[in-house]
């Protein structure tokens, strides 16, 4: 995923994106599905959606990390509650504010 970071910040977000996915599904191969590693690399991919306003996807992402560090961490966790701040940004960019009101805005 250090890779992808690079490419993501160097003009190259395609190969970035390629690079997140493939690391989600080899991590969903030799982890698994809901292994806790799985919340940072969904972190970092919806970080790259929002460097490229794609905010519905970043949504996406962001939800899937904030379920991981929730069950890995729990929601009282530093982690976690950051990401849920992440989350409801993203939801009022999307103009869903009835789910950002219900996570807690």
């Known amino acids: 995923t250090t890779l992808a970071g690079i490419l993501g910040y160097t003009s190259r977000p ?16 030799l982890l698994s599905s809901d292994h806790q590693n799985l919340a940072g690399v969904f972190e970092r991919y919806a970080g790259l959606l929002r460097h490229l306003n794609r905010y519905h996807e970043a949504v996406e992402a962001t939800r899937r990390a904030v379920e991981l560090r929730d069950s890995a961490q729990g929601a009282a966790h530093a982690g976690t509650v950051a990401l849920k ?21």
Request: net charge negative.
């Open 14 to 29: 395609a190969e970035a994106e390629q690079c997140y996915l493939a690391s989600i599904e080899l991590s969903r191969r």
């Open 85 to 105: 701040a992440k989350l409801i940004e993203l939801l009022h960019r999307t103009k869903d504010r009835n789910a950002a009101e219900a996570l807690g805005d």
